[in-house]
């Protein structure tokens, strides 16, 4: 299990209106996956430098197949660049960004018109790293105090993928898997919805 400490996962549902690549797998291998850190403006310590396992990807429907396409990986920490990015990509059935962040996190986001639909795989993650604490503050919900870092809970719309076949308890049950890498459960999730392989070729093209 990599050393992770065992967790206890509950599911916090809101409103939606209100295996890993070489590079990736070598990166951790090779020790490079520890991020620097820096100062929040409340003193406490914020994780901001990029790590080579870091990428955001951006899925979408073309001629009626999936394709996914990798961004540029300052995405990572920016969720309205996010979201803008994958409003500029036409697709049928709204367009899907998948981001993983080192060993830590990772976000879903699903754009259907003006819906903005965002998962996020570890509530906790908010108070250390900058994209997790945007998606704390775009679902109105409070950073975690000190005395609740101990449970690590998938915090968002569950019902992200819903209609294409990945239902709340599923996806609760892959973002709660320890044995996994944030990028395992995102292929996970992939594989899943049906868009395995182009998800797989983006991150190919990464390293």
Known sequence: MNGRLSRRVTFVIT??????????????????????????????????????????????????????????????????????????????????????????????????GDEVMVFLSDVTASVDWPLAGQVLEHLDIPIPEEEELDQVLPVGDMSVFADLGLDEMELGAISGDLDLYPDEMLLSIAERVGFGRPFERALDTIG
């Open 15 to 112: 409103d939606p209106h209100g295996p890993p690549s070489f590079g990736l797998a070598h990166a951790r291998a090779s020790g490079i996956c520890d991020h620097a850190q820096g100062r929040n403006g409340a003193g406490g310590v914020m994780m901001t430098d990029l790590d080579a396992t870091d990428f955001a990807v951006v899925v979408y429907r073309e001629d009626d197949r999936w394709e996914a396409e990798v961004l540029p990986v300052a995405l990572t920490r920016d969720l309205d660049g996010l979201v803008h990015a994958l409003r500029q990509q036409p697709s049928m059935g709204g367009t899907i960004g998948l981001v993983a962040v080192g060993d830590d996190f990772f976000v879903a986001i699903r754009v259907l």
